[in-house]
């Protein structure tokens, strides 16, 4: 759904703000915090990167490809030798 929908710029405190009417914020995936950047005259509003996002299906996709081995040979340490239990 294209929606266009027009909002005042408001005060609040020393900064200023827009109200967002949750339809927008729910079509848009919009949750507790947002990243903004502005593109020629055009202020950019999306959710924030998570971190690890998508590493799941990266993961995944490694082991299917056979791709999620060690590179190098592991060397256990003196206390794994000692200290460790499965």
Known sequence: ???MIRSKI???GNSHGIRIPRVLLEQAGLTD???MKVEGN???IHSSHLPRQGWEAQFA???KNGDDQLMDEA???QWEEDEWTW
């Open 1 to 3: 759904m294209n929606m």
């Open 10 to 12: 408001i005060k609040i």
């Open 33 to 35: 915090e947002v990243e």
């Open 42 to 44: 055009k202020l950019i």
């Open 61 to 63: 996709a490694m082991a």
């Open 75 to 77: 060397i256990p340490t």
